[in-house]
Nanobody, 128 residues
Framework: QLQASGGGLVQPGESRRLSCAASGFSLEDFSIGWFRQSPGREREGVSCISSFRSGDHTFTADHLKGRFTISRDNTRNTVYLQMNSLKPEDTAVHYC?????????????????????WGQGTQVTVSS
């Protein structure tokens, strides 16, 4: 089971860290991705990190590079998404997901329809 948390109401320019914790399996064996969906828009890939044995390689969508960073803490069985300089257009439900390296790394460039394992979403609202 994947559990996403950390969302909430933040002001523009602030930072927020989302967490994706796993129970029942080890996150390091999977590639983990973050996706988000805003009202009226298709779900989009945000960032992903490959499995530990594949070297924890990361990918972040071009328009989010420099503001969003994904990381993994194997001791806590948790993957994080650090979001800085948040903008109103970052308002969305954020989901974490797990699958094989190939599936995640290809799916994160789209809407993630091929990804098998999903956590519930956590709402991030950026507003003054």
């Amino acid at each position: 089971q994947l559990q996403a948390s950390g969302g909430g109401l933040v002001q523009p320019g602030e930072s927020r860290r989302l967490s994706c914790a796993a129970s029942g399996f080890s996150l390091e064996d999977f590639s983990i991705g973050w996706f988000r969906q805003s009202p009226g828009r298709e779900r989009e890939g945000v960032s992903c990190i490959s499995s530990f044995r594949s070297g924890d390689h990361t990918f972040t969508a071009d328009h989010l590079k420099g503001r969003f960073t994904i990381s993994r803490d194997n001791t806590r069985n948790t993957v994080y998404l650090q979001m800085n300089s948040l903008k109103p257009e970052d308002t969305a439900v954020h989901y974490c997901a797990a699958d094989s390296d190939y599936t995640l790394l290809t799916s994160v460039k789209g809407s993630g329809n091929s990804v098998r394992f999903w956590g519930q979403g956590t709402q991030v609202t950026v507003s003054s």
